[in-house]
């Protein structure tokens, strides 16, 4: 069974996911992919705000948002997909906050880790724009080789909103 509930937050309501002990998704209002296939599994009788599991991500997510730097390994995730999307998913998970990477980046990190000589970058794209669970997975510290802020699932402004939280200067980006 899956189970449900909302956080309202300063880049707009999220919606959260739970297996009952670990989280599944997180999702923005109006996002890209919202919820995928996790949440046709839901039913409205689903939501339970009372779960361990809400709580310490709504604890998380409160220190989040007042400029603190939670990990994500503070918290259960599970994240759905294949092997590939939980390998990159892995690698976002090592970008500090307050800090960037690329999908250029991310490709050689994951053709390393998978004994290959080469990845491409728009494979890399394709399993950070599909993140279940966004912001604590922070697939927003990701940019393109040449400095823009390209593509994200919740879109530019929550990614820039983010970014300027975690204390980047914006100006560097296109």
């Known amino acids: 069974m899956l189970y449900t509930a909302t956080y309202p937050s300063p880049v707009g309501?999220?919606?959260?996911?739970?297996?009952?002990?670990?989280?599944?998704?997180?999702?923005?209002?109006?996002?890209?992919?919202?919820?995928?296939?996790?949440?046709k599994s839901a039913s409205s009788e689903t939501l339970r705000k009372e779960l361990p599991v809400f709580s310490r991500t709504?604890?998380?997510?409160?220190?989040?948002?007042?400029?603190?730097?939670?990990?994500?390994?503070?918290?259960p995730l599970a994240p759905s997909g294949g092997e590939f999307r939980k390998l990159v998913w892995e690698l976002l998970c090592e970008i500090p906050y307050g800090e960037v990477t690329t999908y250029g980046a991310l490709a050689k990190k994951a053709a390393a880790k998978l004994g290959r000589s080469s990845m491409s970058s728009?494979?890399?794209?394709?399993?950070?724009g599909h993140n279940p669970i966004s912001i604590i997975i922070p697939c927003h510290r990701v940019v393109g080789s040449n400095g823009s802020l390209t593509g994200y699932a919740g879109g530019l402004d929550v990614k820039r909103a983010l970014l300027k939280l975690e204390g980047l200067d914006l100006s560097q980006f296109k």
């Open 13 to 39: 309501l999220l919606t959260l996911a739970s297996d009952g002990m670990n989280l599944c998704g997180l999702w923005l209002e109006g996002q890209k992919y919202f919820g995928g296939s996790i949440l």
């Open 58 to 75: 709504s604890d998380w997510l409160d220190r989040y948002f007042s400029g603190k730097k939670p990990l994500p390994s503070e918290l």
């Open 122 to 128: 728009q494979a890399i794209g394709g399993a950070v």
